[in-house]
């Protein structure tokens, strides 16, 4: 707190010096004669009174009314005022600010996120708009369902963040260092994730994800995505690719490793679809049963290597103690099992290829046969059964 | 058969509806309906694993509990019935090879086919489309014995994959690794197959056509009236009667409870595998 009341004085003295006049500035007290007057508003409705110990109590409160209101020089002042001007002081932030995505600034001016200009406390107190855990509640007031968000066309992220493993570490646990919104996207020189500038760029998002997460994405950057990536094929995937930017669940969570196959198979079509076909994937697709083998399991997640990698999981010396994680028992023969066979390539895999085929063949013919038979059956003997009925007087049944 | 001779009651039951005769041993019947309640909870359970991604198939899936209670009950039925395999293949063999029983594995009375059968299936064909007369039928006709033999070989074969995936890494131990792949196209297609079959062909060609609609009862009750045992299988009631064993054969009329319980009871099966043919056809079109 200390810095803070240094840079404070130095502030104030600067404002005194430069905007102080000969006729000298109106003292916050006189200010506050009226405006203190709680149900003080101005001729629109808006209220214009000032809680005086807020002010004195928080970050501002040892300037005086005219510090910011610098167009106010003596009382009676004129009906309308110009509006304060933040940039004076916080130039840095403005000139952040003027080249973000939210420079429209006439929709988001500084209090839009710091709150009431009277009542303005620094971002480690907890009274703070931009205190950690109230952050994400900040931006929600437009970035969610029922704000600005489907004003803009964006995507309503405040729901989807807030039940996120961040959100939940956030909202639930009330962890300082839980990613919030401004950990990813910055503060005031927030860009769009088409700009390459941006911490949200998919190139950065490695590195953006990696501030906290700095293990993982050593991890990523040594795995063939990352190092794709890095070679410049956005194809690959980034962090936010598989994990999704927002609605980010726990990795071990059920709800994740059912949503995680086809993920991986919205780029490795081939692939999911050859998984599709075997057990792992039938029982995987069932629910209930979250420990069957999914993509990650087996390649790795971060570090994916290709199986000529002696480091890789998927290298044939390591199948037996990959496949050995589930499969108790599991032996050099066991391991021959192949994961992504293609009953229908001839080439890759002409065992089964035939035995497919011959199996299709039982069925189809078999099950021809007896159809025609049972229907040249069912034709005659209802034949026989009415004409029967018929020679014996019957109604016809 | 002497067992058949064993069971025939000695007090005839002369009611207005004529005299009934034995055609089902109780072992019979008890295989029978441990036959086709495994069947339909195996079908049941493995139908949405073969079709996993169809709408039904996750819907009845965590109706029940998920994946691991739909592996748990398709274990428990195949257990069940391979234990009932195990047991009907021991009374074979003891009938057979230890007893020495005649007609086991030879002749009029045998599940093995023989020329007839390939007489039987052609006149069969010409009859059904007016080239010829109906052929008379001996004790087991040749779509019978078709249906015993498909569901035999149906049982190694499913069985045998179905064990292989369940015991994987021991399996593995003496077959090769493809095979582990195969095992599982080989279960799916020939559990399909027997599917399709049971629950279309059977259903019609046993209960649903004319002559038995809507349901033959006689591998409920095990006993059938001596017009239906004339009209279906004459040579066998010829043969009977020149021999003299006919009257060996008599059986009682089935109690009334008994018939309407098992009415029931066969109506539902049939019910759950026709439901159970439509989701398949249905996974393959919609």
Known sequence: MKTVSSITLVLVAAALLFHAGPAAAQKSAECLACHADASMQDAAGHSISVDESKFHSSIHGSLECANCHTSIKSYPHPDKVTPVKCDTCHADEAAGLAGSVHSASADHPCTSCHGDAHAIFPKTDARSAVYPLNVPHTCGNCHSNEGMAQKHGLASVYPSYIDSIHGFALSKEGLLVAANCQSCHGSHKILSKRNPQSATYKTNVPQTCGTCHAGITTNYANGVHGKAVAAGKLDAPVCSDCHTAHAILQPTESAFRTQSTPICGSCHKEKFSTYRDTFHSQLGALGGYVETARCWDCHGAHDVLPASDPRSPIAPANLVKTCGRCHVGANESFVQYQPHANAHNRKLNPALYFIRLFMNLLLGSVLTFFMIHTILWLIRSRYDQVKRKSAEGEKNA | ?286
């Open chain 2, 1 to 286: 058969m002497p067992d058949l001779e064993q069971e025939a009651s000695e007090t005839l039951h002369h009611g207005g509806k004529g005299r009934f005769f034995m055609r089902f041993t109780r072992e019979q019947r008890a295989l029978h309906a441990v036959l086709f309640t495994t069947f339909l909870g195996l079908a049941a359970t493995g139908l949405p694993m073969r079709f996993s991604q169809s709408f039904w198939a996750r819907r009845f899936a965590s109706a029940v509990g998920g994946f691991g209670a739909i592996i748990f009950f398709h274990k428990l039925f195949a257990v069940a019935l391979t234990l009932a395999f195990l047991v009907h293949l021991k009374a074979i063999l003891q009938r057979g090879v230890v007893n020495r029983e005649k007609g086991i594995f030879w002749g009029v009375t045998s599940m093995v086919a023989n020329w007839k059968d390939v007489k039987d299936l052609v006149g069969h064909l010409r009859w059904m489309v007016g080239l010829g007369p109906k052929p008379q039928f001996e004790r087991y006709a040749y779509w019978e014995k078709f249906d015993y033999w498909a569901v035999f070989w149906g049982m190694i074969v499913i069985g045998f994959s179905g064990y292989a995936m369940w015991f994987a890494p021991f399996f593995a131990r003496f077959l090769p690794g493809w095979a582990l792949n195969a095992v599982l196209v080989i279960h799916s297609e020939e559990g399909l197959l027997a599917i399709l079959f049971i629950f279309s062909i059977h259903f019609v060609n046993t209960h649903l056509r004319p002559d038995s609609f809507p349901m033959d009862m006689v591998v409920f009750t095990g006993v059938e009236s001596e017009e239906e045992f004339k009209h279906k299988r004459s040579q066998e009631y010829e043969r009977l009667a020149r021999e003299g064993k006919l009257e060996a054969r008599v059986a009682e009329a089935p109690a009334l409870w008994f018939t309407n319980f098992s009415k029931v009871v066969g109506f539902i099966a049939i019910f759950i595998g026709l439901t159970l043919l439509v989701l398949t056809l249905s996974a393959y079109f919609i």
